[in-house]
């Protein structure tokens, strides 16, 4: 299995062709105005963390508008801003309001996409502040990519991400044949080298038409000065139409319109861990989930009595963890997966297995290293624009200028060495910024708030404080919706929480005095 990912990351399949085991997948997000059939929420996508916490949508509008008004926020996240419109008025005075929804959709793409075709993009504000060089900032969460085509090495008005894009369906999904004739005006394919009507059913941003407009152009696109929204025409009901009357020389014609809106998110490259299954372990339905938890007494733990009974969606733990040789790769506050957990086999053995879901980064497998599964194609606000463009071009001539901070240049740190004086966790930091060490928390198995571990992030000066005795207080990482304040000592060789939330341990869930270090997976006895 290892050879396939190696072959994978290399991009070589003349050793073995990878390419059907590894499919890109485009996620993206979709938006429309869609008729309101009550006033009841309507959740528009099914979510492991999120629900609105609303009961209509006038509540959920008065909850957000609240919270621009004090400056606060939902705790748990779980509120949106999706705006009523008033799209028409009837002929009797009435008002037709529209409700704006949005839902988070994933397209299996036709053909492989080789990596080679993601460019980083270099966002200075989220990596000078770290003080990484380009290569470091491509391995972090926050690195974003753009989509370059082999030949999108010059200006083009359609490139790789259109043709992408173009596979996608608006509403009437996959069988939509729509094509656009409004007012004896036909779009055409921008590309295609005759007179093709193009598909509207389908995301597009571009489109062609026969006659030029007042300034000889007869290429347009569908958001004007907004470059990264894709469009697509539909004739599902429940979204909210536009009517529009024209009349030329006493003809009146009428054309009525419905539209969903795309933006594209990221390439996620699906992997043969989803399906490997050496164990043979069992897969129980969502609603079998206490068989697999054991009704709150099994926690993952490597005997029988605590390991997992089975696996379900929210459980996925199938990978032997011997396929990997580290833990997770940049751990993030918002993660709930765990590094490796134990799960009875059909013949009830104690299988030692790690997660085999979706990762950003897949840890280290011998020969290969770690490999990057998801690329953020996201735009950011203003993207595009003239100011964007201008900045953009006065930064390239900047970096031109400075190498300090290109790629290869790596100043030193007097601080981001550990000199010994502290048990050394794994560090997070790079040139130019002060060295910070993780720690990790015990697992909590109380339910709420449900299986998890924090992160504690400590300084050189914090672990300098430590080692004389003294006591520091701080916070943990927000996980599972919650984060801690717990007050750390160094003792007997080993830093140990000695209070959480003001109070005795353990926690109110369940961690104990336990942090471990990055080479550590269970908390010693």
């Known amino acids: 299995m290892q050879l396939w990912f190696k072959a994978w990351k290399d991009q070589d399949s003349s050793v ?122 491509a391995n972090t969460r926050s690195a974003r990519f753009e989509l370059v085509g082999p030949r999108e090495n010059r200006f083009t008005s359609w490139s790789l991400l259109d043709r992408l894009m173009s596979e996608v369906p608006g509403k009437d999904n996959y069988p939509a044949n729509l094509f656009e004739t409004s007012f004896g005006l036909e779009f055409l394919d921008p590309v295609a080298k005759n007179n093709t009507l193009l598909n509207v059913g389908y995301y597009h941003r571009r489109y062609r038409v026969e006659k030029r407009d007042a300034m000889g152009l007869s290429q347009a696109r569908r958001g004007f000065s907004d470059p990264n929204i894709f469009m697509a025409e539909t004739t599902q009901s429940r979204i909210a139409p536009m009517y529009v009357r024209r009349c030329r020389r006493g003809t009146c014609a009428d054309s009525l319109k419905r539209m969903s809106y795309a933006v594209p998110l990221e390439i996620v490259y699906l992997t043969p861990l989803t399906n490997w299954n050496p164990y043979n372990l069992k897969l129980y339905n969502s609603n079998e989930k206490s068989t697999v938890t054991g009704n709150g007494q099994r926690n993952g733990g490597l005997t029988k009595k605590l390991a997992y009974n089975g696996n379900h969606n929210g459980l996925f733990y199938r990978t032997p963890t011997e396929f990997f040789t580290g833990g997770e790769i940049e751990v993030d506050p918002a993660d709930t997966v765990k590094g490796s957990v134990g799960v009875l086999d059909p013949q009830g053995n104690v299988r030692r297995v790690s997660s085999s879901g979706i990762r950003i980064f897949l840890p280290q497998i011998p020969g290969v290293g770690a490999l990057r599964q998801r690329y953020p194609i996201v735009p950011v606000h203003g993207e595009g624009s003239p100011v964007w463009k201008e900045l953009n071009a006065i930064k390239d001539l900047v970096m031109r200028l400075s190498k300090r901070f290109t790629d290869g240049d790596r100043a030193t740190n007097s601080n981001g060495k550990n000199r010994g004086r502290g048990p050394k ?94 080479t550590e997976n269970s908390c010693p006895r």
């Not at 996508?45 to 509540?59: E, M, P």
């Not at 980083?120 to 060089?133: E, F, I, M, N, Y």
């Not at 927000?478 to 830093?495: F, I, K, M, T």
Request: glycine share 6%; proline share 6%.
């Open 425 to 518: 966790g794994n560090r997070r930091g790079g040139p130019g910024s002060a060295t910070v060490f993780v720690y990790t928390t015990s697992t909590a198995t109380s339910d709420p708030p449900g299986h998890h571990s924090h992160t504690v992030e400590l300084t050189q000066r914090q672990l300098d404080k430590l080692k004389r005795g003294q006591t520091v207080e701080t916070f943990t990482s927000e996980d599972n919706g919650h984060s801690h304040r717990v007050r750390v000592r160094y003792a007997n060789d080993r830093l140990q929480l000695v209070a959480c939330d003001g109070g005795n341990l353990p926690c109110w869930d369940g961690h104990t005095s336990c942090l471990m270090t990055e």
């Open 16 to 137: 073995r062709d990878y390419r059907p085991y590894f499919r890109p997948v485009l996620c993206y997000l979709e938006g429309a105005w869609t008729t309101k059939l009550s006033d009841t929420i309507e959740e528009p996508f099914f979510s492991d963390r999120h629900a609105l916490d609303a009961d209509t949508w006038f509540d959920l509008q008065e909850k957000v508008r609240f919270t621009g008004y004090t400056g606060r926020k939902s705790l748990n996240e779980n509120f949106a801003y999706l705006p009523t419109a008033l799209m028409n008025i009837t002929e009797r005075g009435e008002p037709v309001y529209a409700q704006w929804n949005y839902r988070m959709l994933c397209h299996p793409l036709r053909e492989d996409l080789p990596t080679s075709h993601f460019t980083l993009v270099d966002d200075l504000s989220a990596r000078l502040p770290r003080g990484k060089t380009l290569a470091d900032y």
